[in-house]
């Protein structure tokens, strides 16, 4: 009993003394950040990225009533400004909206968005517009369509073809790099040019 007693007020002393040297990270609250139009509200929310002006973009689960697809899954890219202020929705009803999963932001300012439910990953310019799709979203006249498995062993991976992409990345030479975590459990690696170069 000696013996618990000791380990608990040791225990206890290392907590104490952990918590008195966190250092205090400042920080300023700004209430109604950012401002959604009326009647619009975020749902869960799995990636933000911020660009070189400072603007905010919010890829969300917003169970939002149109697109190709409804509920829950649905996904909706929203940018705000600086200040929190709405500017847009970045590919408002496009067919790789299924279930929202990163965005990130490059360099040069173009969005990436990672849509785990269309298995696709989109590059927009910093204007909105849809310049490179990675991936293909399943249709139901494919032969053998169904929701992905997990089958043990995994099946092998198709080049060119996700499942369930989870991110984005890229190195100094301008190569991009998707992790396909989900079922594929790889990094696939792509040249500049967007071309298949290997996983």
Known sequence: MKTFLFALILM?????LAQQNVPEIPFDSVPDYPKLPPGMNFGEVPGVAVNSKGHVFVFTRSNSATGPAY???AAQLL???????????VGKGLYA???AHSVRIDKADNIWAIDKGSDM???FNPAGRVVWVFGRRAEAADE???PWGHPKP????VDGLFRQ??????????????TDGYVNSRVAKFDKNGDWVKQ
């Open 12 to 16: 206890m002393n290392v907590q104490l």
């Open 71 to 73: 509920g829950a899954a």
């Open 79 to 89: 940018e705000f400004g600086p200040n929190g202020e709405f500017v847009r929705e």
């Open 97 to 99: 909206w299924s279930e």
């Open 121 to 123: 990953v989109i590059k």
């Open 144 to 146: 053998e369509a169904k």
């Open 154 to 157: 995994p099946l092998p991976a």
């Open 165 to 178: 992409p989870t991110d984005v990345t890229w190195d100094s030479e301008g190569n991009i790099y998707i």
